[in-house]
């Protein structure tokens, strides 16, 4: 089990050039992987270089597994963000680069107290950390099937509230899930039911129960590195269904309509909210392979019978819940930004606050088809080859 810093750091000669050649896109015409607009554009994972460091933004890990924080007064990426929006600054692209390639190794960052990133900023920053980390072209921010937010030309605003109060008409993203005493039913990676599902997503709270409302995280590259050789292979050969029953539930129970018009990207239409993934990935940014299934969505394992399928997915989320060297807990205060890598990690929110309220702002963007690479490596086996172990 890996208990070190678990981070690949590229070598600090990229500290004398301003413009290290840290994103490799591929060319449309490269013949060996074509790029469609399920695809990521890398051609070559990204590496976490000394960029912070060398400009002062001072950050540490908070598990060995997973997270990262930034302290107050560190970073301000309302201000970066308003600055390059009007032009008084360039878009800094390796930082942005260096921010999602921070976020993909680490699996969640925490900036605190980004009282500048308004609702309106965050989608921004959102289509930043995706673009430059490879998104295919037609992958925008996603849409959640609930979701009402368009202003009154019909145009989406980009983000989406998220609150433990249900709005007038009963729409609800973010809940306690109801038909389990287990807090630990509540884990998830975002819209995995989705065709194209999402690569980042983040999350700032602006109102907060005076104790509780914590969130967690869990590693899917550690997930997959817990797991014996046998087992790793068993589930490389496998695909899972994922399927949003729940929000199907809350439409007909409540008869408001779902959002069934494109949700980001062309293949993610209509009210099926269902997609077939395979149940280990390899995340592009960071070329480590990942588990990919979650107890929220993850329905059953297709190439196994039903009865097999329980059994492994039962086994698979207790995996995912119980072992807790894979997780971090994140105390939030008002303000705070986590950002997060849906490909490498579950989430969930703990509802322990009673009638106290809970809402904020979520963005959650769409990155490319899921797909295993055979020949990516374990975060572990990575790590091992580097030295890094």
Known sequence: MVTATQTLTASSSSSNN??????????????????DNRTSRLRAPIQVTDL????????EDVTPAVGHEFPAGTLDLGAKLRAEETG????DEEFWTQLAALVSHRGVVFVRRQSSLTEALMPKLANRISHFSGRPSASKLHIHPLSKDFNEAGEYIGGEKIDSQPDAEGRQISFKYEKSNFASAGWHTDISFEPIPSDYAMLQLRTLPKVGGDTMWSSMYSAYDG??????????GLTAVHDAEEFREQSQKFGFPLYTKERGHPDNVGSKLHATHPVVRTNPVTGFKALYVNKSFTKRIVELSPDESDALLAYLFRHIAENFNFQVRFRWSPDDLAIWDNRSTNHSG????GKQRRNGDRCCSLGEKPFLDPNSQSREAALRASGAY
């Open 227 to 236: 797991l014996s050789p046998a087992m790793q292979r068993f589930l490389e």
């Open 350 to 353: 703990i509802f322990d606050f």
């Open 18 to 35: 301003s413009t290290p050649n840290i994103l490799k896109l591929r060319a449309a015409a490269q013949a060996d992987h074509p790029i």
């Open 88 to 91: 008084q600054e360039p878009i």
């Open 52 to 59: 912070f460091a060398r400009r002062g933004i001072d950050g």
